[in-house]
């Protein structure tokens, strides 16, 4: 019986994470340029995240719009303004100390890898920021 609190706690961290976010939503132009040949080189995996980058970008910019648009009170749209620059200065911050020049360039793929990641992730939260309501 004293391995019942012990098996409990392996079982929890065992266990998937409650509302842990799946993949963020990329475009298949993305899958198609990095199963490229030109999208196996570093150059190329660079180049492939800049262009979906720009994509995402575009879909979280669209997400932010409407979800203002479906926010009645000027306090609600204030609220999702503070938090979404907030949000951008954490994003920068975060991807800005995955890469440092020292480290090859590796450290601009995951730099590039970083702000994708997180740029689609915030569109997929603002696409359904208040849908339930």
């Known amino acids: 019986m004293r391995f019942a609190p ?3 706690c ?3 961290l065992a266990a ?9 939503k990329y475009s298949p132009a993305y899958d198609r340029c990095l ?3 030109e999208g196996q080189s570093t150059i190329g995996m660079i180049q492939c995240a800049a262009a979906e ?3 995402q970008d575009a879909r979280l910019n669209r997400a ?3 979800a203002m648009k479906r926010l009645d009170q000027p306090r609600q749209r204030a609220a999702l303004k503070k938090a979404q620059r907030a949000w951008i200065a954490y994003r920068d911050a975060d991807c800005a100390s995955v890469y440092d020049p020292d ?3 590796l450290a601009r793929i995951e ?4 702000l994708l990641d997180h740029t689609a992730r915030r569109a997929d939260a603002l696409e359904m920021y208040r849908r339930l309501r």
């Open 6 to 8: 012990i098996l409990l």
């Open 10 to 12: 392996l079982s929890i």
């Open 16 to 24: 998937p994470v409650v509302g842990q976010a799946a993949e963020p």
């Open 35 to 37: 199963a490229s040949p």
């Open 53 to 55: 980058l720009k994509v």
């Open 64 to 66: 932010y719009q409407d």
């Open 103 to 105: 480290w090859g360039t």
């Open 111 to 114: 730099a590039n890898a970083c």
